[in-house]
């Protein structure tokens, strides 16, 4: 079973950094994208960034320039995403998911997308 297991987040004055950690357990194919999103209270979930197998990164407009998003493989399979964020402001606070978009084998011959979810890490800024 996949499990995505998020870790770095905690409460942080505003200016500060906090680096965001997830990581992929059990058997998958293949990773296409992994991405980080965060709901704040009363607010809808959103895409933070993603970033793609061969490494392209993918930012919304309120987090470019202080958020950088990273991975690493194992035997060519994304299963670490890093978030590293900068200049943190108190509109930043949410709870941040990560998420991954890739395939998992039915069997030999067929495969299936699949999408799997953190149960998410929260992001206090305080001002």
């Known amino acids: 079973q996949v499990q995505l297991v998020e870790s770095g987040g905690g409460l942080v004055q505003a200016g500060g950094s906090l680096r965001l950690s997830c990581v992929v357990s059990g058997s998958i194919f293949s990773i296409n994208v992994l991405g980080w999103y965060r709901q704040a209270p009363g607010k809808q979930r959103e895409l933070v960034a993603s970033i793609t197998y061969d490494g392209t990164p993918t930012y919304t407009d309120s987090v470019k320039d202080r958020f950088a998003i990273s991975s690493e493989k194992v035997e060519n399979v994304m299963k670490t995403t890093y978030l590293q964020m900068n200049s943190l402001q108190p509109e930043d606070t949410a709870v941040y998911f990560c998420?991954?978009?890739?395939?998992?084998?039915?069997?030999?011959?067929?495969?299936?997308?699949?999408?799997?979810w953190g149960k998410g890490t929260l992001v206090t800024v305080s001002s």
């Open positions: 998420h991954l978009e890739g395939f998992e084998e039915v069997d030999k011959s067929n495969l299936r997308s699949v999408d799997y």
